[in-house]
Each structure stands twice: as structure tokens, then as C-alpha cells.
């Protein structure tokens, strides 16, 4: 065995360990969860039979050479995580704004509020 095929193993169980601390403190959703647990078991399947895995996705794939199956599997899933990616940035960039607009009416209708019992209280103190 290479020094590869050790190497990323202990790095995969260390980051897992990282993600499942993570998760029971509440710091990550189990969706992101789930899914770097399986990057990282996926590494570490890759690291210890390199060959039999990726023979394995070249020959389903219709690939003649197995690293052009690997790189193009893993651009694929580069392009995958982007798209999942994109979409929650743009999701939280509508929270955003849609949270922005909701507290700017509301200080808005404080300030109203506000001016309209200064008058209210000017006007009783020039009366006394």
C-alpha cells in the first residue's frame, strides 16, 4: 500500500469526527452533514482501491481510460455542489432583503410614532 491509501483514511476519520461534533452542536444540518460524510468516506474508498473503483465507474460510464472517468465524474459533482451552492446564496440574499425591508417600514412607522407623541407632548406642556 502506498502512503496515499493511509494517509487520506485517517484524514476522512478526523474530519468526520469534526462533522458529527458539528452536528450534535447544532452547528451543521444534517443535510450538509450527510453529505460531506459520504465525500469523505468516498475519498477514503478511492484512496484504498483506486483501480477497482475507478475501472468500476469508467466501464458503467462507457469511459476507455478510468482517470478521464474519474475527472469527468468529479467535474460533474464540482458543478452539482455550485448549483446547490448558488441556490442557497440566493435564497438567503431574499431572506436578506425581504428581513431589510420589513425592519426599515418598521422604523419607519416607529419614527412616525415617535414624532407624533413629541407634538402631542409639546403641545401639553405649552398648555400648563
Known amino acids: ?34 453529505i460531506w460524510i459520504v465525500f469523505w468516506v468516498t475519498c477514503s474508498i478511492l484512496a484504498i482501491m483506486p483501480d477497482l473503483v475507478s475501472d468500476k465507474m469508467a466501464k458503467l460510464l462507457g469511459f476507455k481510460s478510468n482517470i478521464n472517468a474519474v475527472i469527468f465524474v468529479a467535474l460533474g459533482l464540482l458543478f452539482v455542489f455550485m448549483f446547490y451552492l448558488t441556490a442557497i446564496i440566493e435564497k438567503m440574499e431574499r431572506q436578506l432583503s425581504d428581513t431589510i425591508r420589513v425592519l426599515a417600514l418598521e422604523n419607519q412607522k416607529l419614527k412616525k410614532q415617535l414624532s407624533e407623541s413629541k407634538k402631542t407632548s409639546d403641545e401639553d406642556t405649552l398648555r400648563s
Open 1 to 34: 500500500m502506498e502512503f496515499y491509501q493511509w494517509l487520506v483514511p485517517i484524514i476522512a476519520i478526523f474530519y468526520i469526527y469534526r462533522i458529527i461534533g458539528q452536528y450534535r452542536n447544532q452547528k451543521r444540518m444534517v443535510s450538509s452533514t450527510l
